[in-house]
Nanobody, 130 residues
Framework: QVQLVESGGGLVQAGGSLRLSCAAS????????MGWFRQAPGKEREFVAA??????????YYKDVVKGRFTISRDNAKNTVYLQMNSLRPEDTAIYYC?????????????????????WGQGTQVTVSS
């Protein structure tokens, strides 16, 4: 189990950028699959991006509407995963959550499913004004 703390949210104008950070406690962070999800008011929580390391290869996954605008990355030395968000749109407004999947759960096969993650942060608000 890891504890996750997100930061970096805020208010930005459309077209602007933000970088979210998710700091994880605990050991073996590099072996965890990590994901970003978001939830807008009145909507279901949805997948945004994920990053996983398996058999020496790093895999990244994105929701279609953020491809080319958002980039997920990780710094294992700092136990941190990032979400760089560029060309932000008002529809990106949401609370953004970081999630982690322990390697003890086995390889992740559907990164977009929130049930595949066992640890969650408290969220950070992102508001994009038009």
């Amino acid at each position: 189990q890891v504890q996750l703390v997100e930061s970096g949210g805020g208010l930005v104008q459309a077209g602007g950028s933000l970088r979210l950070s998710c700091a994880a406690s605990g050991r073996s962070f590099s072996t965890y699959a990590m994901g970003w999800f978001r939830q807008a008011p009145g909507k279901e929580r949805e997948f945004v991006a994920a990053i996983n390391w398996e058999t020496g290869v790093t895999y990244t996954y994105y929701k279609d509407v953020v491809k080319g605008r958002f980039t997920i990355s990780r710094d294992n030395a700092k136990n941190t995963v990032y979400l760089q968000m560029n060309s932000l749109r008002p529809e990106d407004t949401a609370i953004y959550y970081c999630a982690a999947r322990s390697p003890s759960w086995g390889p992740i096969r559907t990164p977009a499913a929130d049930t595949n993650y066992g640890d969650w942060g408290q969220g950070t608000q992102v508001t994009v004004s038009s």
